[in-house]
């Protein structure tokens, strides 16, 4: 039995032997925001913060993540309540498919909460590792933006 804490909730999960994190969260909680993608750690899709930072999912052994924070896009923000990561992604209409947008959404918070207002070249290092078979890149670099100006107070911005 492995006690994780998921979104801020104590979860108590009879994982099986060899169940990585997206295992866990996928089938034993329900959470479906991290998406099976590769299974290597490589596309991104299933990205989750793990004490705040980017993690890949799919590659984590469940009972990695013992005593520490994982947050998914479901921690993040709900739908009468998005982060303002998301509310970006749904005013720049940032999704073809959707298949990517977890891993977007996640690596972006990451990188937003280290770096509040980062330059195009460091949104682009970001994300340079999630993939995007679609091609919505650029919508997807203007919903970092706009996100970039949501979190960040006017006094900032005019710096
Ligand atoms: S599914 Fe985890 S990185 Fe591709
Ligand atoms: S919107 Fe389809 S993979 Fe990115």
Redesign the pocket.
Known sequence: MLRLTVNGRVHEVDAAPGATLLDVLRNDLALSGPKYGCGLGECGACTVLVDGVAARACVIPAGGVVDREVTTLEGLGSRDAPHPVQQAFVDEQA???????NGMIMTTAALLARRPRPSDREVREALSHNL???G?HVEILRAVRRAARLMTPPSDAQR
């Open positions: 999704a073809q498919c959707g298949y990517c947008l995007c078979r679609c919505t």
